[in-house]
Antibody, heavy 119, light 108 residues
Framework: QVQMVESGGGLVEPGGSLRLSCAAS????????MSWIRQAPGKGLEWVSS????????NYADSVKGRFTISRDNAKNSLYLQMTSLRAEDTAVYYC????????????WGQGTLVTVSS | EIVMTQSPGTLSVSPGERATLSCRAS??????LAWYQQKPGQAPRLLIY???TRATGIPARFSGSGSGTEFTLTISSLQSEDFAVYYC??????????FGQGTKVEIK
């Protein structure tokens, strides 16, 4: 069955860095667009970043552009999000999600990892 | 950026009753519209895509309709497990992929 397990979250000070990982199994990882979507405590869903199946294309929300970098390793069935210059407003649960193409829904989500940015 | 607006913010419904949730896009998204269900402490789950197609394993009491800028999610007879927050999302014009702010369906 499809599984996606996020890791790497935790408490970090403002200005700090963190690298999130998402380990995928149960589907052909290299066939799917992969995305990060976040949810601040008690708030709604916000798309953060996406990467195409071959890593040729990447997209970022304006709120994270220049600070976050998405990448994937198809040989390891893994998705990553390198986060730098973290701010308090980046505090959220970060979900990885897959979609067949860019113009498709997020058909499966991981359980999320919590990132807390605080001094 | 396409702005998605959901209404109402909270819907109070008795078990067995029908629930109707609305989602409006700031410009046409054709039928590239999805609905997700999120329960407390859980990840969102895809319910509906293509505005009206149920995802795998989703009960028939969930139905979606609409196109362009106006969409509706209907739950025909609410079960206890349906009380949750529901989000709409457009995937027609990206980036960014955008979500509505959510509708909470609570027990009346």
């Amino acid at each position: 069955q499809v599984q996606m397990v996020e890791s790497g979250g935790g408490l970090v000070e403002p200005g700090g860095s963190l690298r999130l990982s998402c380990a995928a199994s149960g589907f052909t990882f290299s066939d799917y667009y992969m995305s990060w979507i976040r949810q601040a405590p008690g708030k709604g869903l916000e798309w953060v970043s996406s990467v195409s199946d071959s890593s040729k294309y990447t997209n970022y929300a304006d709120s994270v552009k220049g600070r976050f970098t998405i990448s994937r390793d198809n040989a390891k069935n893994s998705l990553y999000l390198q986060m730098t210059s973290l701010r308090a407003e980046d505090t959220a649960v970060y979900y990885c999600a897959k979609s067949p193409t860019a113009t498709a829904p997020f058909d499966f989500w991981g359980q999320g990892t919590l990132v807390t940015v605080s001094s | 950026e396409i702005v998605m607006t959901q209404s109402p913010g909270t819907l109070s419904v008795s078990p067995g009753e029908r629930a109707t949730l609305s989602c409006r896009a700031s410009q046409s998204v054709s039928r590239n519209l999805a609905w997700y269900q999120q329960k407390p402490g859980q990840a969102p789950r895809l319910l509906i895509y293509g505005a009206s197609t149920r995802a795998t394993g989703i009960p028939a009491r969930f139905s979606g309709s609409g196109s362009g800028t106006e969409f509706t999610l209907t739950i025909s007879s609410l079960q206890s497990e349906d009380f949750a927050v529901y989000y709409c999302q457009q995937y027609n014009n990206w980036p960014p992929w955008t979500f509505g702010q959510g509708t909470k369906v609570e027990i009346k």
